[in-house]
């Protein structure tokens, strides 16, 4: 069966330095990731994701992530980050033989972006 | 604007009252579903809809009943509440099967219940 881990269930930085949030994936199968985000009071909205091709991935707010295969993880990851980008981080996997492609998600990691 | 539509946004119930959390999309999804997060536990999938029609049990289905009746709509039916069932709950949607492929799921803004 999948299953996905984030690594660290808070993250506290600072304004406008790196931030990396950890996942990593089990399946015996090839996987889609994803990483969601979710803002204070608000649904999850797409972030980026994998499906082929390139393992580096760029989404949107200068988020990035990469798949590495051997590591079996997608890490997030983003050079700056600012205030608004405060928010809840899931990292998601699913492989189109689990019930036409069912997501399993996350813990989810809170980000806490301090001025 | 697509979205998708939950209500109400806060409910506060007690035991075995019967309560529905509706759910509608304006996309001409096929595929909705149900999640509720819990702290720690990030998304569980209640119940999700491939179709009209057509429902299937997900990871949490206990204590939970749901119905597709027509493509937009899909609420979450709590026959019996019990405290056990405090939750922030999600629907969503997607035009794929299951949001894991190319299509995204689309999230509403969820709905925060509590039993007493």
């Known amino acids: 069966a999948q299953s996905v881990t984030q690594l660290d269930s808070q993250v506290p930085v600072f304004e406008e330095a790196p931030v990396e949030l950890r996942c990593n994936y089990s399946s015996s199968v090839s996987v889609y990731l994803f990483w969601y985000v979710q803002y204070p009071n608000q649904g999850l909205q797409l972030l980026l994701k994998y499906l082929s091709g390139s393992t580096l991935v760029k989404g949107i707010n200068g988020f990035e992530a990469e798949f590495n295969k051997s590591q079996t993880s997608f890490h997030l990851r983003k050079p700056s980050v600012h205030i608004s980008d405060t928010a809840e981080y899931f990292c998601?996997?699913?492989?189109?033989?689990?019930?036409?492609?069912?997501?399993?998600f996350g813990q989810g990691t809170e980000l806490s972006v301090k001025p | 604007e697509a979205q998708v539509t939950q209500n109400p946004r806060y409910l506060i119930t007690v035991t075995g009252k019967k309560l529905t959390v509706t759910c509608s999309q304006n996309m001409n999804h096929e595929y909705m579903s149900w999640y509720r997060q819990d702290p720690g536990l990030g998304l569980r999938q209640i119940y999700y809809s491939m179709n009209v029609e057509v429902t299937d049990k997900g990871d949490v289905p206990e204590g939970y009943k749901v119905s597709r009746k027509e493509k937009r709509n899909f609420p979450l039916i709590l026959e019996s509440p019990s405290p056990n069932q405090t939750s922030l709950y999600f629907c969503?949607?997607?035009?794929?099967?299951?949001?894991?492929?190319?299509?995204?799921?689309?999230f509403g803004n969820g709905t925060r219940l509590t039993v007493t």
């Open positions: 969503a949607s997607s035009l794929g099967k299951g949001g894991g492929g190319y299509s995204p799921l689309h």
């Open positions: 998601a996997v699913s492989d189109l033989s689990n019930q036409g492609g069912k997501l399993i």
